[in-house]
T-cell receptor, first 115, second 111 residues
Framework: DAGITQSPRHKVTETGTPVTLRCHQT?????MYWYRQDPGHGLRLIHYSYGVKDTDKGEVSDGYSVSRSKTEDFLLTLESATSSQTSVYFC??????????????FGPGTRLTVT | DAKTTQPNSMESNEEEPVHLPCNHSTISGTDYIHWYRQLPSQGPEYVIH???SNVNNRMASLAIAEDRKSSTLILHRATLRDAAVYYCIPAGGTSYGKLTFGQGTILTVHP
Protein backbone atom coordinates (compact mmCIF):
# COMPACT_ATOMS: atom_id res chain seq x y z
CA ASP A 1 0.00 0.00 0.00
CA ALA A 2 3.09 2.26 -0.24
CA GLY A 3 2.56 3.40 3.33
CA ILE A 4 -0.17 5.93 2.58
CA THR A 5 -2.75 6.84 5.16
CA GLN A 6 -5.53 9.37 5.01
CA SER A 7 -7.34 11.02 7.88
CA PRO A 8 -10.09 11.26 8.66
CA ARG A 9 -11.59 8.36 6.73
CA HIS A 10 -15.09 9.74 7.06
CA LYS A 11 -16.30 13.22 7.88
CA VAL A 12 -19.62 15.00 7.93
CA THR A 13 -19.47 18.76 8.11
CA GLU A 14 -21.75 21.72 7.62
CA THR A 15 -21.72 24.16 4.75
CA GLY A 16 -19.39 27.06 5.38
CA THR A 17 -17.05 25.31 7.81
CA PRO A 18 -13.37 24.79 7.08
CA VAL A 19 -12.15 21.23 6.60
CA THR A 20 -8.65 19.84 6.37
CA LEU A 21 -7.86 16.39 5.07
CA ARG A 22 -4.49 14.85 5.73
CA CYS A 23 -2.44 12.49 3.61
CA HIS A 24 0.57 10.89 5.23
CA GLN A 25 3.22 8.74 3.58
CA THR A 26 6.11 6.89 5.13
CA UNK A 27 8.37 6.28 2.14
CA UNK A 28 9.74 9.74 1.38
CA UNK A 29 8.18 10.12 -2.07
CA UNK A 30 8.64 13.52 -3.63
CA UNK A 31 5.38 13.68 -5.61
CA MET A 32 1.94 13.65 -4.01
CA TYR A 33 -1.53 14.21 -5.42
CA TRP A 34 -5.07 14.90 -4.29
CA TYR A 35 -8.01 13.63 -6.37
CA ARG A 36 -11.73 13.68 -5.88
CA GLN A 37 -14.12 11.06 -7.18
CA ASP A 38 -17.78 11.67 -7.87
CA PRO A 39 -20.33 9.43 -9.55
CA GLY A 40 -20.22 9.99 -13.27
CA HIS A 41 -16.92 11.89 -13.20
CA GLY A 42 -14.26 9.38 -12.36
CA LEU A 43 -11.20 10.72 -10.55
CA ARG A 44 -10.22 14.33 -11.07
CA LEU A 45 -6.98 15.94 -9.97
CA ILE A 46 -7.35 18.76 -7.46
CA HIS A 47 -3.78 19.71 -6.57
CA TYR A 48 -0.40 18.10 -6.64
CA SER A 49 2.97 18.61 -5.03
CA TYR A 50 6.43 18.05 -6.42
CA GLY A 51 8.33 18.76 -3.24
CA VAL A 52 8.18 20.48 0.11
CA LYS A 53 6.44 23.82 -0.37
CA ASP A 54 6.09 23.12 -4.12
CA THR A 55 2.49 22.70 -5.19
CA ASP A 56 0.36 23.40 -8.21
CA LYS A 57 -3.25 23.31 -9.31
CA GLY A 58 -4.96 20.44 -11.03
CA GLU A 59 -8.13 20.22 -13.03
CA VAL A 60 -10.61 21.12 -10.26
CA SER A 61 -8.74 23.31 -7.79
CA ASP A 62 -11.34 26.02 -7.16
CA GLY A 63 -12.37 26.06 -3.49
CA TYR A 64 -9.35 24.03 -2.37
CA SER A 65 -5.92 24.86 -1.07
CA VAL A 66 -3.02 22.61 -0.16
CA SER A 67 0.10 22.72 1.90
CA ARG A 68 3.20 20.60 2.14
CA SER A 69 5.50 21.69 4.90
CA LYS A 70 7.26 18.33 5.16
CA THR A 71 7.77 15.46 2.78
CA GLU A 72 5.49 13.02 4.51
CA ASP A 73 2.37 15.17 4.80
CA PHE A 74 0.16 16.71 2.14
CA LEU A 75 -2.83 18.62 3.46
CA LEU A 76 -5.96 19.50 1.52
CA THR A 77 -8.08 22.33 2.91
CA LEU A 78 -11.58 23.35 2.01
CA GLU A 79 -11.69 26.91 3.31
CA SER A 80 -15.48 27.05 3.36
CA ALA A 81 -17.06 23.74 2.52
CA THR A 82 -19.96 23.61 0.07
CA SER A 83 -22.34 20.80 -0.77
CA SER A 84 -20.68 20.45 -4.18
CA GLN A 85 -17.53 19.33 -2.38
CA THR A 86 -19.26 16.24 -1.05
CA SER A 87 -17.08 13.55 -2.54
CA VAL A 88 -14.57 10.83 -1.94
CA TYR A 89 -11.05 12.22 -1.76
CA PHE A 90 -8.02 10.16 -2.65
CA CYS A 91 -4.41 10.95 -2.02
CA UNK A 92 -1.66 9.39 -4.10
CA UNK A 93 2.10 9.27 -4.29
CA UNK A 94 4.28 8.75 -7.30
CA UNK A 95 6.91 6.08 -7.30
CA UNK A 96 9.41 5.94 -10.09
CA UNK A 97 12.12 8.24 -11.19
CA UNK A 98 10.74 10.08 -14.19
CA UNK A 99 7.70 11.94 -15.49
CA UNK A 100 7.14 9.20 -18.05
CA UNK A 101 7.87 5.97 -16.24
CA UNK A 102 6.15 5.91 -12.90
CA UNK A 103 3.45 4.31 -10.81
CA UNK A 104 0.96 6.06 -8.61
CA UNK A 105 -0.17 4.47 -5.38
CA PHE A 106 -3.35 5.58 -3.74
CA GLY A 107 -4.53 5.91 -0.20
CA PRO A 108 -7.77 4.39 1.07
CA GLY A 109 -9.79 7.57 0.57
CA THR A 110 -11.75 10.01 2.72
CA ARG A 111 -15.49 10.19 2.35
CA LEU A 112 -16.59 13.77 2.98
CA THR A 113 -20.20 14.82 3.27
CA VAL A 114 -21.11 18.50 3.41
CA THR A 115 -24.63 19.11 4.67
CA ASP B 1 -3.97 14.93 -22.87
CA ALA B 2 -4.71 12.07 -25.21
CA LYS B 3 -8.36 11.06 -25.42
CA THR B 4 -9.19 7.46 -24.65
CA THR B 5 -12.14 5.29 -25.58
CA GLN B 6 -12.98 2.22 -23.53
CA PRO B 7 -16.10 0.06 -23.43
CA ASN B 8 -18.38 1.09 -20.60
CA SER B 9 -18.62 -2.47 -19.35
CA MET B 10 -17.51 -6.02 -20.03
CA GLU B 11 -18.32 -9.38 -18.54
CA SER B 12 -16.28 -12.50 -18.08
CA ASN B 13 -16.46 -15.86 -16.41
CA GLU B 14 -14.10 -16.88 -13.68
CA GLU B 15 -10.88 -18.53 -14.86
CA GLU B 16 -11.34 -17.33 -18.43
CA PRO B 17 -9.07 -14.78 -20.11
CA VAL B 18 -10.25 -11.22 -20.39
CA HIS B 19 -9.17 -8.73 -23.04
CA LEU B 20 -9.89 -5.11 -22.15
CA PRO B 21 -9.46 -2.78 -25.14
CA CYS B 22 -8.53 0.89 -25.19
CA ASN B 23 -8.30 3.28 -28.10
CA HIS B 24 -5.96 6.25 -27.72
CA SER B 25 -5.53 7.49 -31.25
CA THR B 26 -4.22 10.93 -30.19
CA ILE B 27 -1.47 9.60 -27.96
CA SER B 28 1.78 11.54 -28.13
CA GLY B 29 4.99 9.84 -29.08
CA THR B 30 6.39 10.16 -25.57
CA ASP B 31 3.36 9.00 -23.59
CA TYR B 32 3.43 5.68 -21.83
CA ILE B 33 0.18 3.74 -21.66
CA HIS B 34 -0.78 3.19 -18.05
CA TRP B 35 -3.49 0.90 -16.72
CA TYR B 36 -5.03 1.21 -13.30
CA ARG B 37 -7.97 -0.54 -11.74
CA GLN B 38 -10.27 0.34 -8.89
CA LEU B 39 -11.89 -2.35 -6.83
CA PRO B 40 -15.17 -1.49 -5.10
CA SER B 41 -14.76 0.97 -2.24
CA GLN B 42 -10.99 1.24 -2.71
CA GLY B 43 -8.55 3.64 -4.26
CA PRO B 44 -7.17 2.96 -7.72
CA GLU B 45 -4.44 0.38 -8.02
CA TYR B 46 -1.56 0.38 -10.49
CA VAL B 47 -1.72 -2.54 -12.93
CA ILE B 48 0.85 -2.09 -15.67
CA HIS B 49 2.37 0.38 -18.12
CA UNK B 50 4.22 0.21 -21.41
CA UNK B 51 5.52 2.28 -24.30
CA UNK B 52 5.78 0.18 -27.46
CA SER B 53 6.55 -3.41 -26.66
CA ASN B 54 4.18 -5.83 -25.04
CA VAL B 55 4.65 -5.98 -21.30
CA ASN B 56 3.96 -8.63 -18.70
CA ASN B 57 3.86 -8.60 -14.94
CA ARG B 58 2.35 -10.75 -12.24
CA MET B 59 -1.03 -9.07 -12.58
CA ALA B 60 -1.57 -8.77 -16.31
CA SER B 61 -0.18 -8.39 -19.80
CA LEU B 62 -0.34 -5.30 -21.95
CA ALA B 63 -0.46 -5.63 -25.72
CA ILE B 64 0.26 -2.40 -27.58
CA ALA B 65 -0.61 -1.95 -31.23
CA GLU B 66 2.26 -1.23 -33.56
CA ASP B 67 0.91 2.27 -34.32
CA ARG B 68 0.30 2.81 -30.57
CA LYS B 69 -3.23 4.00 -31.21
CA SER B 70 -4.71 1.19 -29.18
CA SER B 71 -3.81 -1.24 -26.47
CA THR B 72 -5.32 -4.24 -24.75
CA LEU B 73 -5.01 -5.25 -21.14
CA ILE B 74 -5.07 -9.01 -20.78
CA LEU B 75 -6.03 -10.80 -17.60
CA HIS B 76 -5.02 -14.38 -18.28
CA ARG B 77 -7.39 -16.06 -15.84
CA ALA B 78 -10.01 -13.82 -14.34
CA THR B 79 -10.89 -14.23 -10.71
CA LEU B 80 -13.74 -12.73 -8.74
CA ARG B 81 -11.21 -10.35 -7.23
CA ASP B 82 -10.55 -8.89 -10.69
CA ALA B 83 -14.03 -7.35 -10.78
CA ALA B 84 -13.22 -3.66 -10.90
CA VAL B 85 -13.20 -0.53 -13.03
CA TYR B 86 -10.22 -0.57 -15.38
CA TYR B 87 -8.71 2.69 -16.55
CA CYS B 88 -6.45 3.15 -19.56
CA ILE B 89 -4.40 6.35 -19.25
CA PRO B 90 -1.81 7.66 -21.70
CA ALA B 91 0.56 9.77 -19.65
CA GLY B 92 4.09 10.94 -19.26
CA GLY B 93 4.43 13.44 -22.02
CA THR B 94 3.56 16.25 -19.63
CA SER B 95 5.10 17.28 -16.39
CA TYR B 96 4.98 15.85 -12.92
CA GLY B 97 3.48 12.45 -13.70
CA LYS B 98 -0.11 13.59 -13.57
CA LEU B 99 -2.82 11.12 -14.51
CA THR B 100 -6.11 11.97 -16.19
CA PHE B 101 -8.72 9.33 -15.44
CA GLY B 102 -11.59 8.69 -17.83
CA GLN B 103 -14.68 6.65 -17.14
CA GLY B 104 -12.98 3.29 -17.52
CA THR B 105 -14.46 -0.14 -18.15
CA ILE B 106 -16.51 -1.87 -15.50
CA LEU B 107 -15.50 -5.53 -15.50
CA THR B 108 -17.94 -8.03 -14.05
CA VAL B 109 -16.65 -11.54 -13.36
CA HIS B 110 -19.17 -14.32 -13.02
CA PRO B 111 -18.48 -17.40 -10.89
Amino acid sequence: DAGITQSPRHKVTETGTPVTLRCHQTENHRYMYWYRQDPGHGLRLIHYSYGVKDTDKGEVSDGYSVSRSKTEDFLLTLESATSSQTSVYFCAIRAGGSDRVFEQYFGPGTRLTVT
Amino acid sequence: DAKTTQPNSMESNEEEPVHLPCNHSTISGTDYIHWYRQLPSQGPEYVIHGLTSNVNNRMASLAIAEDRKSSTLILHRATLRDAAVYYCIPAGGTSYGKLTFGQGTILTVHP
